[in-house]
């Protein structure tokens, strides 16, 4: 496949992601690593070549060591922010990100060996939406407690 879509633009950055949600026992599969305090979800940019639909079970793949089936597209979400990491500090970055809900095998375990772009080692965690932890996407906490058969537009702006 290509490179990542991430593009520079002005002094911002636009990424095309995908997200996975992985759902068991009412709780949602999330991802942090020693950097952040906040939790993720599995996921990562679309490489381009690749539909969505590719992009997500590849993720998958690359975080959990377990190829997944989509269940269905649940979220598009559009998101203003200011980056975080050590490459994109404090730029505003744009991102387009397709959210899908996914078929867990019975016999799921967890792995992980994944690592950010800048090599932090990530961690796979159970996390309750109800928690007072920090997750992203924020709608998690709200829309998974009570999910929807269509699909959803959710545009957040943290600038």
């Known amino acids: 496949m290509g490179k990542d879509m991430t593009v520079q633009c002005d002094n911002g950055i636009i990424n095309v992601r995908v997200g996975a949600i992985i759902l068991q026992d009412g709780k949602v599969l999330m991802v942090s690593n020693k950097r952040n305090d906040y939790f993720y979800s599995v996921g990562g940019r679309i490489q381009f070549g690749e539909t969505a639909e590719q992009a997500i079970v590849r993720e998958v793949l690359e975080e959990t060591g377990v190829e ?40 799921f375990v967890l792995t992980c060996n994944s690592f950010t772009e800048d090599g932090s080692e990530e961690y796979l965690t159970w996390v309750s939406p109800d928690e007072k932890t920090k997750l992203f996407p924020a709608f998690f906490k709200t829309e998974l407690n009570n999910p929807k058969t269509y699909v959803r537009h959710v545009v957040t702006d943290e600038r």
Request: negative net charge.
């Open 68 to 107: 997944m089936e989509i269940d269905r597209l649940g979220f598009v979400h559009e998101n203003y922010f200011y980056g975080d990491s050590p490459a994109n500090l404090g730029k505003i970055i744009y991102e387009l990100s397709f959210y899908f809900y996914m078929k867990v095998p019975k016999n």
